[in-house]
């Protein structure tokens, strides 16, 4: 075989590390481009091509259908649910269905190896991914590293590694790529586990908003933005400190998110098999979306050991995404006690269950609609998928 006739892969190279990234400032590091899959970055790169419905009917055999309002929201699915699991995982985010999967799916022989992302022997914050390959690996990998992770790196090591089953945990970014070159890596199966992602952030990000945030920034060793409203904080000596949303400090945090995921509308990460997140489900409860058959079968693996209940949703999430559209787009900042009150007000009246999800969603689709027409308006129009369009037209935006 002469070197033209190798598929592109095969004849690429991962682009040197510090070289510009074709998404330029968009890029989210998803770590395809240090990878010789960077050979199909044009069509595969999130950032430089949205194809939702594509994606969706590899993935699941059909895309979602926009005039069921569960679908329009979540995506794809055969099954939504809430559990924990019992007894939970000590240090993970939630209570660690993912690594719980992830751990079962090589003990059961279901793969060879589970690309997840452990952290900086030097830094708790910093990400490394890696293909697993043992329990200890995979529980090594638990808990968020709420930082832009170059997943896909790792890609470029499954050449000659024997690996031929493959569960990658990854956000959506990760994920759209990884399910756009799927046909060209040398598997066999591929099971995708996705967790839902917004609002991430560089490693210099980070260290902005802990500070702006937290009252002891470098003691901070997980936190996560939750259903009550609050962002909740855990420090090295096991303090819980909680802080309202409404008293983020907006005008100095507005331009702390990377600007992949100010113009992201994969929220709730379209193309996995099962996603994993929270914000679907009531405070302190994982939410659980079930889009294909393989997904199934990924639950399955640890479904006797959660405790299942159905999805609920309450409350009227409309009236404060209008609010919070314009207060964002100001940039406002409560006083600490107004923002306890607002906080107190919303937790007990305020969306919950799936009507959470959809606030967050709507919030976050309405705000990213509008960055994405003011920084990129020539790509505005091809980059907002139409599942996102339908939802930001049912509230009035600043003109862009
Ligand atoms: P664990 O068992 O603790 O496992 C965590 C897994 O996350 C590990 O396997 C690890 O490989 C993987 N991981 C860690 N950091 C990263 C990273 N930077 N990129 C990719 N994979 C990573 N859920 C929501 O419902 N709403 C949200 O807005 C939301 N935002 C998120 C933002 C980020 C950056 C991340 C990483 C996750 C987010 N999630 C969100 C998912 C949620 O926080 C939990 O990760 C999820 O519910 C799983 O919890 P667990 O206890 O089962 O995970
Ligand atoms: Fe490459 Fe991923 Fe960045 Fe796109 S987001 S340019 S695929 S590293």
Redesign the pocket.
């Known amino acids: 075989m002469t070197t033209a006739s190798l598929p592109p892969h095969e004849r690429a190279r991962p682009l040197a590390k510090g070289s510009p990234k074709p998404a330029k400032d968009l890029c989210s590091d998803c770590g395809l481009c240090d990878s010789r899959w960077v050979a199909y970055v044009r069509n595969a790169c999130a950032f430089l091509n949205q194809q939702f419905e594509r994606l969706e009917e590899k993935a699941h055999g059909r895309s979602r259908d926009l005039n069921n309002e569960d679908e329009l929201y979540f995506g794809v699915h055969q099954r939504m649910v809430s559990a924990r699991?019992g007894p939970?995982?000590a240090?993970?985010?939630?209570?660690?269905?993912?690594?719980?999967i992830?751990v079962r799916a090589l003990e059961s022989g279901l793969v060879d190896a589970?690309?997840?992302?452990?952290q900086s022997p030097d830094d708790r914050f910093t990400?490394v991914?890696v293909l697993a390959r043992t329990p200890e690996e995979?529980l090594a990998?638990?808990?968020?590293?709420?930082?832009?992770?170059p997943?896909l790196e790792v890609l470029e090591q499954l050449p000659g590694s024997g690996i031929r089953r493959l569960l990658a945990?990854?956000?959506g970014c990760?994920i759209q790529a990884l399910r756009a070159v799927q046909d060209t890596l040398p598997l066999e199966q591929l099971y995708v586990?996705g967790?839902?992602?917004?609002?991430?952030v560089s490693r210099a990000g980070l260290q902005t908003f802990l500070e702006s945030a937290s009252s002891s920034p470098a003691t901070v060793v997980h936190y996560?933005?939750m259903q009550d409203f609050r962002i909740h904080f855990r420090h090295s000596d096991g303090r819980q400190e909680t802080v309202p949303f409404f008293g983020l400090d907006t005008p100095h945090l507005k331009d702390v998110f990377a600007p992949s995921c100010l113009s992201c509308f994969d929220?709730v990460n379209a193309g996995a098999d099962l996603v994993?997140?929270?914000?679907?489900a009531t405070f302190g409860r994982?939410?659980l979306v079930v889009r294909n058959p393989l997904g199934q079968l990924l639950l399955d693996l640890v479904e006797p050991e959660l405790e299942l209940a159905p999805v609920t949703s309450s409350g009227d999430r409309r009236a404060a995404v209008q609010q919070g559209i314009g207060a964002y787009d100001k940039a406002v900042k409560l006083p600490g006690w107004l923002a306890e009150v607002v906080g107190w007000l919303v937790q007990r009246v305020g969306p919950k269950g799936l009507e959470y999800?959809r606030f967050?969603i709507d919030s976050h689709f309405t705000r990213n609609a509008l960055w994405v027409r003011r920084n990129h308006p020539e790509k505005a129009d091809q980059h907002i998928p139409a599942f996102a369009k339908k939802i930001i037209s049912r509230y009035r935006l600043p003109s862009a």
């Open positions: 699991l939970p995982i240090g993970a985010q939630w209570t660690g269905i993912v690594s719980r992830g589970v690309l997840c992302v452990q990400p991914p995979v990998a638990r808990v968020n590293k709420p930082t832009l992770s997943n945990i990854g956000v990760q586990l967790m839902p992602c917004v609002d991430n996560e933005f929220y994993v997140g929270y914000m679907g994982q939410w999800g967050s």
